[in-house]
């Protein structure tokens, strides 16, 4: 130490005091939002690839090729507009996924990086909703990000037909339920067994989200219609498909909106309980 | 938080604290009190329960029973607000990885409620203050362990916390940047701060701390000044014997000859045999008799004036580091 300590050191508790906890819960968004500033080309690439190769192939190459899904001429093009909705849906539910549950590996990993965050002063809930939120606006740019791509790539026109007040609240609802699955899987499942979380969650929750066909199709395997109704990312799509599509069917959308509030409670609960009980011991 | 007022200046005050994992009792009861502007330092082997101890006062443990206080903040009851008291340095490196050296300060800052302004004077003034402003912008997986601490004890102290607790500081550190561990916390604790401290190293304790209590089993043993303690232990000094051979027969001969008492124990560590009472510089002939009676050649003897480690020992009947 070249110096005594400064003085300052004296005012012992001085600066902080009371403070409202929304005022935490906001400088650790900027944290989140300053990692992410810091990695930006990688999250555009985690984000783009997987529905722009997606959209690639089953819209524009399979139409070129005359394997046109959902059956040549107009079903094609009605493909590519049902797929608008499913894509950007996947892509919200994914990136929470991401940005909530893989960091949450390392952060409770051996080093327990977590804890600074966990140690600032607002209960451990304040920390939960904080990652919440986080994986939500990452949601939320992630579907912003691949909305132009099922615009522009497919070969045949997508006729969107835009529901703003349903978009504008899906959307957000949409990203926190996302956020809150994020933050169960992380807090539930240990950090060495990460890669399960894509074997037996993410992947059925992709394949059986009616990302590729409406809900109401499933009408001739009736066990499945009802088993999917356990997957939220069913909802997301039923409701983005009424916000920004007509003429492809969709579920009632107030059906919509209770089914993603029940989640966003329910998986809320779960996750808080989750994350106090991984940082408190 | 009813008898609070008791010990006004109390920066850190544990009422019956327990802890309890299964059927093991971690902390047992554990009534503690560090007083404002000294350096406290909870002194015992691993498995004593002091990192627990640590944890329940910083909030990152739920106490089974008892109640621990910072300032007159409940902890338990409290948590956000006792968190906005305690500055805390745990014994793993907990650097924020996904951030620059510089970040780290600032956004614990800014978690703290510091205005970006703030934050940004403070976290040069401390980068200067521990010598870590050329790392600046450098990742934190590129500093050295002394360095990573450095910083680690910079963020903790940065909203100025009633008290710094850390956890076994010096554990894995070159003697060099423990040193300069010591040196930092001297000067903190010069300026005012409250530290409290957990460690395995009685010198650490001897040099560094005020008062030390002595913990083992989830109890405290002994608590006072370095010097209090050795006085305590009765003015008993050490005969450190060491045996070509094996000094496990030569414990079992020496028991015999001198008889093992309160006032006598024997032990074997790894530097030798110790031999810990008061007066154990009259049992020198008994030794080396025997020594030679068993064939065992010894070629240093030697007497240590009391340090925590006898005190220990007498305590407990085993070595600090087993």
């Known amino acids: 130490m070249a110096k005594t300590i400064d003085e300052s050191i004296k005012a012992q508790g001085g600066s902080v005091g009371r403070m409202s906890y929304v005022r935490v819960i906001f400088a650790l968004l900027a944290r989140d939002l300053a990692v992410l500033r810091k990695t930006a080309a990688f999250f555009v690439i985690r984000v783009v690839m997987q529905p722009l190769l997606f959209v690639f192939v089953f819209t524009y190459v399979f139409p070129k090729i005359g394997q046109g899904v959902g059956g040549g001429g107009s079903k094609e093009a009605e493909f590519s507009t049902l797929l608008v909705a499913g894509v950007v849906g996947i892509s919200i539910i994914f990136q ?35 990652k919440i939120l986080s994986g939500a606006v990452q ?23 835009i529901d703003w ?36 969650i993410v992947l059925p929750i992709t394949f059986l989200g009616a990302v590729y066909y409406p809900w109401a199709s499933l009408t001739p395997i009736s ?9 939220p990312l069913v909802y997301i799509n039923e409701g983005l498909r009424a916000a920004l599509t007509t003429g492809v069917p969709h579920m009632e959308i107030g059906y919509v909106y209770l089914a993603l509030i029940v989640f966003a409670l329910v998986l809320g609960y779960v996750s808080i309980k989750g994350l106090n009980r991984r940082v408190v011991g | 938080m009813n008898d609070r007022s008791d010990v006004p200046t109390a920066a850190v005050r544990t009422v019956k604290l327990r802890k309890v994992y299964g059927n093991n009792v971690a902390v047992d009861d554990l009534d503690l009190t560090v007083n404002g502007g000294e350096i406290f330092g909870l002194l015992g082997p691993n498995g004593a ?7 329940m006062i910083t909030t990152r443990v739920l106490p089974t029973s008892g109640q621990a206080f910072v300032g007159d903040v409940d902890v338990v009851a409290h948590p956000a607000e006792a968190k906005a008291k305690i500055g805390v340095v745990p014994q793993s490196n ?6 620059s050296v510089a970040q780290n300060l600032y956004f614990h800052g800014r978690y703290f409620g510091m205005s970006k302004r703030v934050a940004k004077e403070k976290t040069d003034e401390l980068l200067t203050r521990f010598r870590l402003e050329d790392r600046a912008k450098l990742s934190v997986s590129a500093l050295s362990g002394g360095m990573a601490q450095r910083l680690m ?26 040193l300069a561990l010591w040196d930092i916390l001297r000067d903190l604790n010069g300026a005012g701060q409250t530290v409290l401290l957990t460690t395995h190293y009685m010198e650490e304790a001897d040099e560094l701390c005020d008062r030390i ?53 024997i032990v074997m560590s790894e530097s030798g045999v110790k031999i810990i009472g008061k007066d154990v510089a009259q049992l020198i002939s008994k030794v080396v008799s025997s020594a030679e009676g068993l064939g065992l050649k010894v070629y240093d003897l030697s007497l240590v004036q009391p340090s925590l480690e006898t005190v220990f020992i007498n305590l407990t009947g085993r070595e600090l580091r087993d």
């Open chain 2, 153 to 178: 004890v910079a963020r903790a102290i940065m909203h100025e916390p009633t008290v710094l607790v850390l956890d076994e500081p010096t554990s894995g550190l070159d003697p060099q940047s423990r």
């Open chain 2, 94 to 99: 907990t650097l924020d990885r996904a951030l």
């Open chain 2, 49 to 55: 329960g002091k990192t627990t101890t640590g944890g």
């Open chain 2, 213 to 265: 209590a002595i913990m083992d089993h989830g109890k405290i043993l002994a608590l006072g000044s370095a010097s209090e303690l050795k006085a305590k232990a009765g003015g008993a000094s050490t005969l450190l014997v060491k045996v070509s051979g094996d000094p496990g027969e030569l414990i079992q001969k020496l028991e015999n000859a001198i008889g093992v008492d309160e006032r006598v124990k």
């Open chain 1, 223 to 231: 066990w499945l219609k009802d088993v999917v109704l356990v997957n």
């Open chain 1, 96 to 130: 929470a996924i991401q940005a909530v549950a893989l960091p949450l590996v390392q952060e409770f990993g051996y080093t327990k990086e977590i804890e600074d965050r966990a140690l600032a002063p607002m209960p451990t809930w304040g920390l939960a909703i904080e």
């Open chain 1, 165 to 200: 007040p349903v978009l504008i609240t899906l959307v957000p609802l949409a990203a926190i339920v996302s956020g809150t699955l994020g933050l169960t899987i992380g807090t539930l499942i240990p950090p060495n067994q990460v890669a399960l979380i894509f074997a037996i």
């Open chain 1, 139 to 161: 949601a939320v740019f992630a579907g912003a990000v691949v909305f132009p791509i099922v615009l522009f790539v497919p070969a045949t026109p997508v006729h969107l037909h």
